[in-house]
């Protein structure tokens, strides 16, 4: 079993849906949870970032994490084209430098 | 949060060279990660790099395959050496990721070996 799990989609969805995206874990250990977005020829892009359990918002973008259930989402609202893109959840634990661990990114298509 | 450089963008190399790939920061930072990423799989770290002392390698990365260099705060390399067409990947240069900093990545150099 591996450490992250994340659904390699793709997935479709039209302009304006809202988007769920969704990693789960087995290390109990993981304290910071960060979700990235990587476009097409660049480099993954920090989009959230929260620490141990509970919820995150910026601007369409909502971050949750639940602990206890070992289960990380981010949620798109309003979802446009310029959405379209890989997005890679991370995970790692506390304490001076951590191994992060990637999950193996959904491809999401907005499509208008 | 840092800008991270990478050079170069791309390549195209033949079986048996090497490729040294620069990764310069705009500010100075303790920790450098060398990371691959292969079609379809997660981010793998290959090693991390700390200024004034040997890199750290992951299991299944040896220094022989990459060599690395840190000779400043601010910059380092990775030498992808006797390349073989499965080393065609994307390989990706970070920093942060102490305590509450997140990591960061540069753009990444895309390899293609023939």
């Known amino acids: 079993q591996k450490e992250v799990e994340q659904d390699p989609g793709p997935l479709s969805v039209p302009e304006g849906a809202i988007v769920s995206l969704n990693c789960t874990y087995s290390n109990s250990a993981f304290q910071y949870f960060m979700w990235y977005r990587q476009y097409s020829r660049k480099g993954p892009e920090l989009l959230m970032y929260?620490?141990?359990?509970g919820n995150k918002e910026d601007g369409r973008f909502t971050a949750q994490v639940d602990k206890s259930s070992k289960y990380i989402s981010l949620f798109i609202r309003d979802s446009q084209p310029s959405d379209s893109a890989t997005y890679l959840c991370?995970?790692?634990?506390?304490?001076?430098?951590?191994?992060?661990?990637f999950g193996t990114g959904t491809k999401l298509q907005v499509i208008p | 949060s840092a800008v991270i450089s990478q050079k170069p963008s791309r390549d195209i190399c033949q079986r048996g060279t090497s490729l040294t790939i620069q990764c310069q920061v705009d500010s100075q930072v303790t920790m450098m990660f060398w990371y691959r990423q292969q079609p379809g799989q997660s981010l793998t770290l290959i090693a991390t790099?700390?200024?004034?002392?040997?890199?750290?390698?992951e299991s299944g990365f040896v220094i022989d395959k990459f060599p690395i260099s840190r000779p400043n705060l601010t910059f380092s390399t990775l030498t992808v050496s006797n390349m073989s067409p499965e080393d065609s990947s994307i390989y990706l240069c970070?920093?942060?990721?102490?305590?509450?900093?997140?990591?960061?990545f540069g753009d990444g150099t895309r390899l293609s070996i023939l």
């Open positions: 970070s920093v942060g990721g102490r305590d509450r900093q997140p990591q960061h």
């Open positions: 991370a995970m790692r634990g506390s304490g001076g430098y951590q191994k992060v661990t």
């Open positions: 790099a700390n200024q004034g002392s040997e890199a750290t390698y």
């Open positions: 929260t620490y141990s359990s």
